[in-house]
T-cell receptor, first 115, second 115 residues
Framework: KQEVTQIPAALSVPEGENLVLNCSFTDSAIYNLQWFRQDPGKGLTSLLLIQSSQREQTSGRLNASLDKSSGRSTLYIAASQPGDSATYLCAVSFMIKAAGNKLTFGGGTRVLVKP | DAGVIQSPRHEVTEMGQEVTLRCKPISGHNSLFWYRQTMMRGLELLIYFNNNVPIDDSGMPEDRFSAKMPNASFSTLKIQPSEPRDSAVYFC?????????????FGDGTRLSIL
């Protein structure tokens, strides 16, 4: 069964510290992996999408890496700010036929950046 | 770009009542997804459409759930009759094209409470 796991479920850091968020998945045959941000009472905002053929993607202070062989992705947020406080979700598009166009989501990591 | 628009934002109703959730995707997007988010199960895909046609409804939990997309700018998710265990946040998302290499854009969700 294709599963996505995010550990820890919650994380608290002081402002200015770098954030490291982990995502693991059970099957290395994937189309892509996406990182989303969710603010309380809001929908998901796509942050980065990494194609299967890519090793990393960068956008501003955000950098996401992908290691298919080990089934892992890491989201780095440099010099964290209180505005980075949110829940971050990882989602994988698996390659098996049964998965279709489906995104399988991890449970998310709730981040609090303390000023 | 107005983003994905969902209505209502909140719905509280008694069990047994019919519930209809509405979604307007981003103009020009031809894939539409309905998700459900709960604390216990996280984010789950219920159904998705390509060019107004339902492609995969394997995530729809029971026959009480139905979804339609009568045209490219409108979709509904209906629950009849509703039960307390249907209480969740329901998200609609849309995506340009049918390929997996485009990120999905989410609405702010409908928070549904069945008493």
């Amino acid at each position: 069964k294709q599963e996505v796991t995010q550990i820890p479920a919650a994380l608290s850091v002081p402002e200015g510290e770098n954030l490291v968020l982990n995502c693991s998945f059970t099957d290395s045959a994937i189309y892509n992996l996406q990182w989303f941000r969710q603010d309380p009472g809001k929908g998901l905002t796509s942050l980065l999408l990494i194609q299967s053929s890519q090793r990393e993607q960068t956008s501003g202070r955000l950098n996401a890496s992908l290691d298919k062989s080990s089934g892992r992705s890491t989201l780095y947020i440099a010099a964290s700010q209180p505005g980075d406080s949110a829940t971050y979700l990882c989602a994988v598009s698996f390659m098996i036929k049964a998965a279709g166009n489906k995104l399988t989501f991890g449970g998310g990591t709730r981040v609090l950046v303390k000023p | 770009d107005a983003g994905v628009i969902q209505s209502p934002r909140h719905e509280v109703t008694e069990m047994g009542q019919e519930v209809t959730l509405r979604c307007k995707p981003i103009s020009g997007h031809n894939s539409l997804f309905w998700y459900r988010q709960t604390m216990m199960r996280g984010l789950e895909l219920l159904i998705y459409f390509n060019n107004n046609v339902p492609i995969d409804d394997s995530g729809m939990p029971e026959d009480r759930f139905s979804a339609k997309m009568p045209n490219a700018s409108f979709s509904t998710l209906k629950i009849q009759p509703s039960e307390p265990r249907d209480s969740a946040v329901y998200f609609c998302a849309s995506r340009p094209g049918q390929g997996r290499d485009q990120p999905q854009h989410f609405g702010d969700g409908t928070r549904l409470s069945i008493l």
